[in-house]
């Protein structure tokens, strides 16, 4: 990992570069950027009339996505749906698409990959429909304008993203932080694989569009204090991810996208939250004499702290 020493001063911009040029969110597109502007949808087989013929999970509610990270309209992504909707209606307000086709494209928000093969895979005259549709799309997404639009999604999808991770009761950073309070997890920004840990779940939230509760859990209970630790950790509870059409999808994003988590956490959550902890054994004073660890300290006990402005015994 190539740590960036300095990120004051960084833009929306500069995250975004990174990020494009790291492998933190490439799996998503077959480790091609360019297709971050082309309207896309993740069903088996090669091509869209194959795509089209072949089954897919029944309860999978993605549908067409696009950006740099799942900004998936057949899942009803909020920030990918605005995006889409203004892109068609600037496309329609400039005559580039008629009426009709504008009220069509929009019937693919909301539609996922099964209810899509449902409506398209009856004749070939409806596939060569669906894949009109698709370079239809693919050319308003080309344009500056519709460019910009889809950087500015992706960029607060990602600040939903990494933000989830600190703020909220279900924080999983700041969880950690109380969990394993020693200082050897990975979700230590000390910890030297902090970032890389970071840029892997980050990946996931991104793929998945959440952890999972089984492995929270584990996390909950197994001090991971390693990428190894993190990657056994997945071999249990995402072994699909250990793995992509392009092989070491959890090794690539470990290694290749620790400097653009570090980027994007400095950025987008600049103000990390600030745990001072001590260690289990750590020796507390009490006023009734001798001493107990702090892990052993409950409420009702008087222990005896140093304030200049109160008593010595402070009840707890």
């Not at 091609?32 to 509610?61: C, E, M, R, Y």
């Not at 329609?92 to 990959?113: A, S």
């Not at 398209?120 to 370079?135: H, I, M, P, W």
């Not at 289990?280 to 222990?303: M, W, Y």
Request: with cysteine; aromatic share 10%.
């Amino acid at each position: 990992m190539v740590a960036i020493a300095n990120t004051s001063g960084k833009t929306d911009l500069d995250v975004w570069n990174l990020v494009v040029a790291s492998e933190l969110y490439q799996s998503e597109h077959g480790g091609k950027p360019n297709k971050v502007f082309t309207a896309s949808w993740a069903a088996p087989g090669n091509g869209v009339v194959a795509q089209l013929l072949n089954s897919t999970k029944p309860d999978n509610s993605s549908g067409i996505s696009f950006g740099l990270v799942q900004l998936d309209i057949g899942a009803g992504n909020p920030f990918g749906v605005q995006a889409y909707e203004t892109i068609l209606s600037n496309a329609f307000g400039n005559g580039v698409i008629t009426q009709d086709e504008f009220d069509h494209l929009l019937t693919y928000i909301g539609m996922n990959r099964s209810e899509i093969q449902a409506a398209y895979r009856g004749s070939t005259v409806l596939q060569a429909e669906f894949k009109n549709d698709l370079n239809v799309l693919n050319a308003l997404f080309s344009t500056t304008d519709a460019k910009d639009i889809i950087v500015n999604a992706s960029l607060q999808q990602t600040q939903t993203i990494v933000t989830a991770f600190f703020t909220g009761p279900t924080a999983l950073y700041d969880n950690m932080q109380h969990i394993w309070s020693d200082g050897n997890s990975v979700f230590s920004s000390t910890n030297p694989d902090y970032y890389s840990a970071m840029a892997v779940l980050i990946a996931t939230k991104n793929r998945q569009g959440s952890l999972g509760g089984d492995l929270v859990s584990y996390l909950e209970t197994h001090e991971i204090t390693s990428l190894a630790d993190l990657k056994a950790a997945y071999a249990i509870y995402k072994p699909s991810l250990l793995s992509d059409e392009r092989g070491g999808w959890f090794d690539r994003v470990a290694n290749d996208g620790g400097a653009a988590a570090q980027l994007m956490l400095e950025h987008f959550q600049p103000s990390l939250p600030v745990v001072h902890c001590f260690p289990a054994t750590t020796q507390i004073a009490l006023a009734s004499g001798g001493f107990a660890n702090i892990k052993d300290i409950k409420v009702g006990d008087v222990i005896l702290a140093f304030n200049p402005f109160m008593s010595m015994g402070r009840r707890l």
